[in-house]
């Protein structure tokens, strides 16, 4: 009986290892992205979000089965929560993010890119009032450099979560994002598009996510 049972259980393990597919993926950000596949993380930025203008691009390959969730975690660089950047000095200002990604299966047809398709939850907004960059002393939480941040929702990158009430992404155009540091490098498919949440200045960590069918 247990000959039995341990053969049924390979049988299975070696039927889900046949489904799986080998992906590659292009991902370019400003300033910092993490990706995770039904939540088990298969990629995170090489250059750390503290690097000054920390803009490049990564590809890499994972392996996965159809259907799956793509959670791309990104966040452009803040000093602080009053998310400025350079604060003290004659460059102090409200950076700007934006990301783009495709991903390809082993014949290099494109499954997934980077739109409206996608549904993109801001889990840090600062500054509430853009005045706050002008501030000569800004300080996280008072005046116009109000703030919001909260803890990701439990099991956001995994396929049963529910995440109907998730705004879509917004689309922003190369010239709006200005992107640099290895964005030249990739090939992108026509359909790809820079993404991010509803203010490329004041969305500073934004959680995407994409059902590959």
């Known amino acids: 009986m247990n000959r039995i049972i ?12 046949l489904c799986a597919e080998t992906f590659s993926a292009d991902v370019w950000a ?28 990564e590809s890499f390959a994972f392996e996965a089965q159809r259907p799956f969730v793509i959670g791309l975690v990104a966040k452009d660089f803040k000093q602080n ?6 604060i003290g000095t004659r460059r102090q200002q409200m950076g700007d993010g934006g990301v783009i990604v495709q991903i390809k299966d082993a014949a290099g047809a494109a499954v997934a890119v980077s739109n409206t398709d996608w549904q ?8 509430l009032d853009k005045s706050c960059e002008a501030e000569e002393t800004p300080v996280a939480g008072e005046g116009a450099c109000a703030f919001d941040a ?15 009430d998730w705004p879509q992404a917004r689309e922003y155009s190369e010239r709006e994002v200005s992107p640099k540091g290895g964005y ?4 992108w498919v026509e359909a790809a598009r820079l993404i991010w949440g509803p203010d490329l200045e004041q969305s500073n960590t934004v959680l995407c996510r994409l059902i590959v069918d």
């Open 120 to 127: 993109c939850l801001v889990i840090h907004a600062a500054p």
């Open 150 to 164: 909260a803890e990701e929702p439990v099991g956001w990158d995994r396929p049963d979560f529910d995440a109907a």
């Open 81 to 86: 929560d009053t998310g400025l950047e350079y």
């Open 6 to 17: 341990a053969a049924s259980a390979s049988l299975l393990l070696s039927a889900t290892a």
């Open 184 to 187: 030249d490098r990739i090939d």
């Open 30 to 57: 400003d300033n910092w992205f993490e990706m995770r596949i039904d939540g088990v993380q298969v990629a995170a930025d090489s250059v750390p979000i503290t690097t000054e203008r920390s803009f490049n691009a």
